[in-house]
T-cell receptor, first 114, second 114 residues
Framework: GAVVSQHPSWVICKSGTSVKIECRSL??????MFWYRQFPKQSLMLMAT?????????EQGVEKDKFLINHASLTLSTLTVTSAHPEDSSFYIC??????????FGPGTRLTVT | SQKIEQNSEALNIQEGKTDTLTCNYT??????LEWYRQDPGRGPVFLLL?????KEKRKERLKVTFDTTLKQSLFHITASQPADSATYLC?????????????FGKGTMLLVSP
C-alpha cells in the first residue's frame, strides 16, 4: 500500500534555529502534499498545500516566511521552520494524495523548541 | 465559519460491543467525508471515504453513514476489540481548484476494555 515517511520522527532544537522536516511518498507519486500541525488534544490543522513545482498555498494565519515549504519532486516535500520559538513546538504531520481520492499520512514529527 | 463536532467525551466500551461515533458539521457542504484512526504520537490512518451520493459504506467491522440533510456522519464499529482503542477523526472534504482539502474534527477517543 501507499506509504509516506517523515524524517526526523522527533527533533529538539534551540530557540532561534531552523529545522527542516522531510516528507516522502515511498511507492507512489504525489503531485499534492499537505502539511498539518497538531497540538495536544486538538485537531489536525492544515498549514499549507504543497504542489510539485509550484509555490505552496498557505492557510490563513500561517506565516509563509516562517514555514518554508518546498516540493521539489513528486515524492518529496520539505517544511522548514525558520527561527523556531517554543510556541512552534508541536506535532507536524504531512500527507500525500495519491492518484485515487485517498490521502496518506506520514507518521509525524515531534518538534520541541527549547 | 465551518465547524465540525465529534463526541467530545471519550467512549468506553466492553470488548465485543458495538458503538457509534458521531460527526456533525455546520456551514459546510462537503462532497465527501473521510474517517481516520489516530494512535497516540502517530499520523492518522485512512479508514473509509463516503461520498455525498452514498448513504452507507462498509468495511469489515466498520460502517459509515452520511446524511447530508442532517449534516451528520455516523461511524459504527461492531464486535469491538481492545486493538480498536484509538482516536477516530472525521474529515469532511471539499474540492477546491482541482485539489481537495480536508478539515478535521478533534476526534473521539474510543477505549475498548477486555
Amino acid at each position: 500500500g501507499a506509504v509516506v515517511s517523515q524524517h526526523p520522527s522527533w527533533v529538539i532544537c534551540k530557540s532561534g534555529t531552523s529545522v527542516k522536516i522531510e516528507c516522502r511518498s515511498l511507492d507512489f507519486q504525489a503531485t499534492t502534499m499537505f502539511w498539518y500541525r497538531q497540538f495536544p488534544k486538538q485537531s489536525l490543522m492544515l498549514m499549507a498545500t504543497s504542489n510539485e513545482g509550484s509555490k505552496a498555498t498557505y492557510e490563513q494565519g500561517v506565516e509563509k516566511d516562517k514555514f518554508l515549504i518546498n516540493h521539489a519532486s513528486l515524492t518529496l516535500s520539505t517544511l522548514t521552520v525558520t527561527s523556531a520559538h517554543p510556541e512552534d513546538s508541536s506535532f507536524y504531520i504531512c500527507s500525500a494524495r495519491g492518484s485515487d481520492y485517498e490521502q496518506y499520512f506520514g507518521p509525524g514529527t515531534r518538534l520541541t523548541v527549547t | 465559519s465551518q465547524k465540525i463536532e465529534q463526541n467530545s467525551e471519550a467512549l468506553n466500551i466492553q470488548e465485543g460491543k458495538t458503538d457509534t461515533l458521531t460527526c456533525n458539521y455546520t456551514n459546510y457542504s462537503p462532497a465527501y467525508l473521510e474517517w481516520y484512526r489516530q494512535d497516540p504520537g502517530r499520523g492518522p490512518v485512512f479508514l473509509l471515504l463516503i461520498r455525498e451520493n452514498e448513504k452507507e459504506k462498509r468495511k469489515e467491522r466498520l460502517k459509515v453513514t452520511f446524511d447530508t440533510t442532517l449534516k451528520q456522519s455516523l461511524f459504527h464499529i461492531t464486535a469491538s476489540q481492545p486493538a480498536d482503542s484509538a482516536t477516530y477523526l472525521c474529515a469532511p472534504g471539499a474540492s477546491n481548484s482541482g485539489y481537495s482539502t480536508l478539515t478535521f474534527g478533534k476526534g473521539t477517543m474510543l477505549l475498548v476494555s477486555p
